[in-house]
């Protein structure tokens, strides 16, 4: 088998020839950024092969890199097959950077009170005085250790079966591990010596694309290991209609197996890089979107997409994680996220926990932009949800020039307000290749600032300037001069691409006004906002109000929490007191159907002006625009 030896660290791996260098690099403990998941459309997993043969189709994935990087070598490390021994060499950008994880959350200090607990206990063997029974003497040894008493702890027959063997051969010097579970109190393990310092549980974040788990000392709640993976259901379909659709044509036993199949690969990269046994892991806690997470438990998804749209089972759920296919500890439970709906899943439940909005009097909206998008508005008493496709815009789909945040992607602009001439920052600082939503946002907010389009999104052509003019169809605006980008062409935005990016922010600025309707509340009621996942991580929080993207509020009060669906789930593993919240949480939640309110049209017709139609909502917008005209009219 040939050897793969990665650089800088010449950490080595065995792989099957025609594997690819990707799954020798998940098999040696990478975590490679696969947003993607291997099917060679995002570029976030590149590698420099130093030496060695690969196969590799330059020409058909050439548009990710610059003659000059095909000559160093650049590859795609999910595309690129291994013929024989190789040294590669990982970029920093290809890895998974640690998240920064909201694990205090706000006014929520983090608690370690996790549901596992382990007992180093020196028993006295049995005599022809004292008979008791060996598993009598182990839970006294418990109790009087200060665990749980004696008779209400419940010791299934599998660690029955092991305990007469292992108190002998340890001379009567064991470990006993207890878990809190629905029922009560469960001896879940037994082992020789004392290995109390072993202790961990693991955090899954159970994404349609990706996977994401954070493995945690239970002693102390330290982060031990981290490790991600592609959801490797892409292989049955890219969304998530299509694998419910999947598991309709009879694949949802080969859908949960994938699901696990990823979540135990994750394990394996977490547990390798924190160097310890996965059966030291007693508890599994995930968080994932409704139909991920009944594809894990084996539960059939199909009813979900048709009308009324049900979930079969909304309350949290609790196994065995084993009993669906996790590698850890033999007798080591399963904790998944409750949900709301169809579309509010765990995943939310878990940002929402992470926020920190459901045990504060002050009142919140979250916001969780994709594709599609979700809204939770309140605080510690009650809570409105809703959510609903934003369309692709926002992440660069369907405009001109729009891509992912790839390498070569625009992801900041601004204009100089007298010039109109743009400054602009590319990710990995490469020659411009076209604009990521991060891009788009600010060019939008820029572009109206300086009077280059109206509220309404249309290009003033009156305006006398080299970079405004008419395009093949609609005007459009000059972003990038041939000459300076990557792909030999005018990088534009146009009035049909800014018509587009309207109609997306639109839809989610309606849905947070519906949801302020509901609850009768106006903007000066909200005293955050969150923004969670990665597209919030990015965005120019100032340029999101500006647009319309989000109510006005004061900037400062806007947050990012980044990753929440992994944060919720940390904090739930680490403190078990958590998860009576998360199932208040899920109970509380009045889920909104935006179709049925009747003022969602009207707010979405208003929401599709830059900033809205009433400018009394956004007065800051307003004082602002003013100003910048005023300096327009100047210049
Ligand atoms: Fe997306 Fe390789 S191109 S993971």
Same mark, same amino acid.
């Given at each position: 088998?040939?050897?793969?030896?990665?650089?800088?660290? !010449?950490?080595?791996?065995?792989?099957?020839?025609?594997?690819?260098?990707?799954?020798?690099?998940?098999?040696?403990?990478?975590?490679?950024?696969?947003?993607?998941?291997? %099917?060679?459309?995002?570029?976030?997993?590149?590698?420099?092969?130093?030496?060695?043969?690969?196969? !590799?189709?330059?020409?058909?994935?050439?548009?990710?890199?610059?003659?000059?990087?095909?000559?160093?070598? !650049?590859?795609?490390?999910?595309?690129?097959?291994?013929?024989?021994?190789?040294?590669?060499?990982?970029?920093?950008?290809? &890895?998974?950077?640690?998240?920064?994880?909201?694990?205090?959350?706000?006014?929520?200090? *983090?608690?370690?009170?996790?549901?596992?607990?382990?007992?180093?206990? +020196?028993?006295?063997?049995?005599? *022809?005085?004292? %008979?008791?029974?060996?598993?009598?003497?182990?839970?006294?040894?418990?109790?009087?250790?200060?665990?749980?008493?004696?008779?209400?702890?419940?010791?299934?027959?599998?660690?029955?079966?092991?305990?007469?063997?292992?108190?002998?051969?340890?001379?009567?010097?064991? +470990?006993?591990?207890?878990?809190?579970?629905?029922?009560?109190?469960?001896?879940?393990?037994?082992?020789?010596?004392?290995?109390?310092?072993?202790?961990?549980?693991?955090?899954?974040?159970?994404?349609?694309?990706?996977?994401?788990?954070?493995?945690?000392?239970?002693?102390?709640? $330290?982060?031990?290991? +981290?490790? $991600?993976?592609?959801?490797? %259901?892409?292989?049955?379909?890219?969304?998530?209609?299509?694998?419910?659709?999947?598991?309709?044509?009879?694949?949802?036993?080969?859908?949960?197996?994938?699901?696990?199949?990823?979540?135990?690969?994750?394990? #394996?990269?977490?547990?390798?890089?924190?160097?310890?046994?996965?059966?030291?892991?007693?508890?599994?806690?995930?968080?994932?979107?409704?139909?991920?997470?009944?594809?894990?438990?084996?539960?059939?998804?199909?009813?979900?997409?048709?009308?009324?749209?049900?979930?079969?089972?909304?309350?949290? *759920?609790? #196994?065995?994680?084993?009993?669906?296919?996790?590698?850890?500890?033999?007798?080591?439970?399963? !904790?998944?996220?409750?949900?709301?709906?169809?579309?509010?899943?765990?995943?939310?439940?878990?940002?929402?926990?992470?926020?920190?909005?459901?045990?504060?009097?002050?009142?919140? *909206?979250?916001?969780?932009?994709? +594709?599609?998008?979700?809204?939770?508005?309140?605080?510690?008493?009650?809570?409105?949800?809703?959510?609903?496709?934003?369309?692709?815009?926002?992440?660069?789909?369907?405009?001109?020039?729009?891509?992912?945040?790839?390498?070569?992607?625009?992801?900041?602009? $601004?204009?100089?307000?007298?010039?109109?001439?743009?400054?602009?920052?590319?990710?990995?600082?490469?020659?411009?290749?076209?604009?990521?939503?991060?891009?788009?946002?600010?060019?939008?907010?820029?572009? &109206?600032?300086?009077?280059?389009?109206?509220?309404?999104?249309?290009?003033?052509?009156?305006?006398?300037?080299?970079?405004?003019?008419?395009?093949?169809?609609?005007?459009?605006?000059?972003?990038?001069?041939?000459?300076?980008?990557?792909?030999?062409?005018?990088?534009?935005?146009?009035?049909?691409?800014?018509?587009?990016?309207?109609?997306?922010?639109?839809?989610?600025?309606?849905?947070? %006004?519906? &949801?302020?309707?509901?609850?009768?509340?106006?903007?000066?009621?909200?005293?955050?906002?969150?923004?969670?996942?990665?597209?919030?991580?990015?965005?120019?929080?100032?340029?999101?109000?500006?647009?319309?993207?989000?109510?006005?509020?004061?900037?400062?009060?806007?947050? #990012?929490?980044?990753?929440?669906?992994?944060?919720?789930?940390?904090?739930?593993?680490?403190?078990?007191?958590?998860?009576?919240?998360?199932?208040?949480?899920?109970?509380?939640?009045?889920?909104?159907?935006?179709?049925?309110?009747?003022?969602?049209?009207?707010?979405?017709?208003?929401?599709?002006?830059?900033?809205?139609?009433?400018?009394?909502?956004?007065?800051?917008?307003?004082?602002?625009?003013?100003?910048?005209?005023?300096?327009?009219?100047?210049?």
């Amino acid at each position: 088998m040939p050897t793969v030896t990665f650089l800088p660290s !010449f950490r080595k791996t065995e792989v099957p020839k025609g594997s690819t260098i990707l799954e020798a690099a998940q098999k040696a403990g990478f975590h490679m950024n696969v947003v993607c998941g291997g %099917q060679g459309k995002c570029g976030k997993c590149s590698v420099m092969v130093r030496s060695g043969e690969i196969d !590799f189709d330059r020409e058909k994935y050439g548009s990710f890199y610059t003659d000059e990087e095909v000559s160093q070598g !650049f590859c795609l490390s999910c595309q690129a097959r291994i013929n024989g021994d190789l040294r590669v060499l990982i970029p920093e950008g290809s &890895l998974v950077q640690e998240q920064q994880i909201l694990v205090d959350s706000p006014g929520v200090p *983090l608690e370690i009170n996790p549901a596992v607990w382990k007992y180093a206990l +020196t028993l006295s063997p049995p005599t *022809l005085d004292d %008979q008791s029974p060996d598993l009598t003497r182990l839970l006294w040894g418990i109790e009087k250790s200060g665990g749980p008493k004696e008779g209400s702890i419940y010791a299934p027959l599998e660690v029955i079966r092991e305990i007469p063997k292992v108190l002998r051969e340890s001379g009567w010097r064991i +470990t006993a591990t207890v878990a809190l579970v629905p029922g009560g109190y469960r001896m879940i393990n037994v082992e020789k010596g004392d290995t109390t310092s072993h202790s961990y549980g693991a955090a899954v974040d159970l994404g349609t694309t990706t996977v994401v788990v954070y493995i945690r000392s239970l002693i102390d709640g $330290s982060i031990v290991g +981290t490790g $991600s993976n592609y959801n490797r %259901q892409i292989s049955c379909g890219e969304d998530i209609l299509s694998r419910v659709n999947y598991a309709k044509r009879g694949g949802l036993e080969k859908l949960q197996a994938l699901a696990v199949e990823s979540i135990n690969a994750a394990l #394996t990269a977490a547990s390798n890089s924190a160097g310890i046994d996965r059966d030291d892991v007693y508890e599994v806690v995930v968080a994932g979107n409704t139909i991920m997470t009944h594809i894990l438990m084996g539960i059939d998804p199909a009813y979900m997409i048709e009308e009324p749209y049900v979930p079969v089972v909304r309350r949290y *759920l609790t #196994t065995a994680a084993r009993r669906v296919g996790l590698v850890v500890g033999k007798n080591s439970g399963l !904790f998944i996220f409750p949900a709301v709906s169809d579309f509010i899943g765990g995943d939310i439940i878990a940002d929402i926990l992470a926020s920190g909005m459901a045990e504060s009097n002050d009142i919140s *909206l979250l916001i969780d932009i994709g +594709t599609n998008f979700e809204v939770v508005l309140g605080n510690r008493d009650w809570m409105f949800a809703c959510a609903g496709a934003a369309g692709p815009a926002l992440e660069g789909g369907e405009v001109l020039f729009g891509m992912r945040a790839n390498p070569g992607a625009i992801e900041q602009v $601004s204009l100089d307000l007298r010039t109109l001439k743009p400054s602009f920052r590319t990710i990995r600082n490469q020659q411009p290749r076209g604009l990521c939503g991060s891009g788009l946002i600010d060019l939008l907010a820029e572009l &109206l600032r300086s009077c280059i389009i109206d509220r309404t999104g249309r290009i003033n052509t009156a305006i006398a300037h080299e970079r405004i003019r008419q395009g093949r169809q609609v005007p459009e605006f000059v972003v990038a001069w041939k000459d300076e980008t990557a792909i030999g062409k005018d990088i534009v935005i146009t009035e049909n691409d800014i018509k587009a990016l309207i109609m997306s922010k639109a839809s989610i600025l309606a849905a947070c %006004q519906t &949801l302020m309707n509901q609850a009768g509340i106006g903007r000066e009621e909200i005293a955050r906002i969150y923004f969670s996942g990665a597209f919030g991580n990015y965005i120019n929080k100032d340029h999101a109000i500006t647009i319309g993207l989000i109510p006005e509020i004061p900037v400062e009060r806007v947050t #990012t929490i980044g990753n929440g669906a992994i944060a919720g789930a940390n904090i739930a593993l680490l403190n078990r007191r958590k998860k009576r919240v998360i199932d208040e949480i899920a109970r509380k939640i009045a889920y909104i159907e935006l179709n049925a309110d009747p003022t969602f049209m009207d707010e979405y017709t208003g929401s599709c002006f830059l900033p809205h139609t009433d400018l009394s909502l956004f007065p800051g917008v307003e004082k602002m625009l003013d100003q910048c005209r005023i300096l327009r009219e100047q210049s």
